[in-house]
């Protein structure tokens, strides 16, 4: 990969924050515009629009919520114009414009209202799912997720739903040939009824890190996974409160 730059990942409670400029940026696969105090965000050379609020979060809910200073979600908006490359085993992420990760698994993909789908594999049936940084646990509809063991339930306050409580439970699945155990939550009904209405029946969030290096190629055409010499521990990044950031299509 011909790295433009790489910054220090920092994961507060499984999300995904890198430092530029002083600023601290949450990266956020899941809301189609990115956000910010002021009107423009300048990243690798380029100057990126911001709005003020995304169904009614801001920066400063998200960084209450999180639990971190967040001064700019870099949204899919602005993530889809690089190459990125994220290795939970060195805290890095990369950004450039060129092929990543050498030996990686390549899974296709596809944008739905600006953010990413690709497709997942449950119990022999395959579904679309949204590709969501902002998401610390996957999450699936329920009829999806209850034949399998139940490991505990976590609260949200998601943007636009209020709290919710969500039961978790351990989901074997399939991404790109790839086999995989995933603690997934179960979707809010509204959230739900949304994602379906377009076609999408989960999301998968940043517990894929658990397992795997994960990047993207520009444009969310490609999926790259990169399987990890040593699995993270599931305390890593199931944490009480679990956080859903964004969503472009949790409205109805």
């Known amino acids: 990969m011909s790295v433009t730059r790489e910054y220090a990942l920092e994961m507060v409670g499984g999300h995904l924050i890198i430092k530029a400029e002083g600023q601290a940026l949450l ?4 809301s189609p515009v990115s956000v910010g105090r002021e009107t423009t965000c300048r990243f690798q050379g380029r100057e ?5 609020r995304y169904n009614d979060m801001t920066t400063e809910s998200l960084s209450e919520t999180i639990g971190a200073r967040v001064d700019t979600l870099l949204g899919a908006d602005m993530l889809s114009w690089f190459t990125v490359d994220i290795d939970p085993e060195t805290s890095r992420v990369a950004f450039g414009r060129d092929s990543t990760m050498p030996g ?51 609260r949200d306050c998601y943007p636009g739903l209020g709290e919710f409580a969500t039961e978790l439970r351990r989901v074997p699945l399939m991404i790109g040939g790839l086999a995989i155990r995933l603690v997934c939550g179960v979707l809010p ?16 969030g940043t517990d894929l890190l658990r397992s795997f290096r994960v990047g993207w190629s520009p444009g969310f055409t490609e999926l790259h996974l990169l399987a990890r010499r040593v699995s993270a521990g599931v305390e890593r990044f199931v944490v009480p409160s679990l956080t859903l950031v964004g969503t472009a299509l949790a409205r109805p």
């Open 27 to 30: 990266l956020d696969t899941g």
């Open 48 to 52: 990126f629009p911001l709005l003020p």
């Open 104 to 154: 990686a698994q390549v899974v296709p993909m596809e944008r739905v209202g600006g953010i990413p789908v690709l497709k997942i594999e449950v119990a022999g049936k395959a579904f679309p799912a949204l590709l969501h940084t902002g998401a610390t646990v996957s999450c699936l509809r329920g009829a999806d997720t209850r034949p399998f063991p139940f490991v505990g339930i976590a």
């Open 189 to 204: 009904p509204v959230l739900e009824q949304a994602l379906v209405r377009v076609g999408v029946r989960g999301l998968v």
